[in-house]
């Protein structure tokens, strides 16, 4: 395969391989956003077993049968299923883990006392929040924003409001946990991410954008 004609899901698998971790992990996550991406279905079903789902839309008026049409989708195509932020729908769902916000980290430990077969997965903003993860029974962080994205605008207005390669580095260096680059992330610019550290990536809009 010719690189200019690799997915973004061969680019993380890339990474994931030059990060050595886990072999039962994901390489990449595509979180869901009905805004963001209209229709996360087709996403889905484009999707390798290799990449996770992450079902996010929070505000979506019908987010629990939402839900339940792409946790069938998932299940068809053995690809895992997590819930942001809702262990209660996660159990609903029968999900395969749930996500949580970088504030509500602290909720891992009775989350992996109540569900010890879940895949548990953190937001991660900073150095100081991924080395207090590293005392946590989550699984791998989401390090956001890396590059400018279209979720947070003003991210293109203060480049300094991102990661960026020598944030994320430090952020990598700082944690004991698999680390997943979220923010921003495209076929183009996912490819720098080599020599960062990370376990792969994790994108809304990426996996549709060329």
């Known amino acids: 395969m010719q690189d200019q004609d690799a997915t973004l899901s061969d680019i993380a698998r890339r990474l994931n391989q030059d990060y050595g971790g886990p072999q ?19 996403v889905i079903a484009a999707l390798p077993r290799d990449v996770a789902v992450i079902f996010r839309d929070y505000d979506h008026p019908h987010r629990a049968d939402l839900g339940y049409h792409l946790r069938q ?30 504030v509500a980290m602290a909720r891992a430990g009775d989350l992996r006392r109540q569900c010890p077969d879940y895949l ?17 029974p989550i699984d791998a962080l989401l ?8 979720s947070h605008p003003e991210t293109f207005k203060a480049p300094q409001t991102t990661l960026g390669m020598a944030g994320l580095k430090q ?36 996996f549709g954008v060329a």
């Not at 979220?182 to 991410?193: D, E, F, H, W």
Request: proline share 6%; hydrophobic share 50%.
């Open 24 to 42: 039962d992990m994901p390489v990449a996550f595509f979180i869901t956003d009905a805004t963001a991406v209209p229709d996360p279905a087709a």
């Open 73 to 102: 989708l998932c299940r068809d195509k053995g690809v895992r299923f997590l819930v942001a932020g809702d262990r209660d729908l996660a159990e609903t769902l029968m999900a395969d883990g749930v996500h949580l916000p970088e």
């Open 120 to 136: 548990i997965t953190a937001a991660c903003h900073d150095s100081a929040a991924a080395a207090r993860a590293g005392g946590l």
């Open 143 to 150: 390090a956001a924003p890396t590059f400018p994205t279209q």
């Open 171 to 206: 952020l990598v260096a700082a944690s004991s946990l698999p680390v997943y680059a979220l923010g921003g992330i495209t076929k183009k610019n996912a490819r720098q991410l080599r020599g960062t550290g990370v376990a792969g990536i994790a994108a809304i809009r990426g």
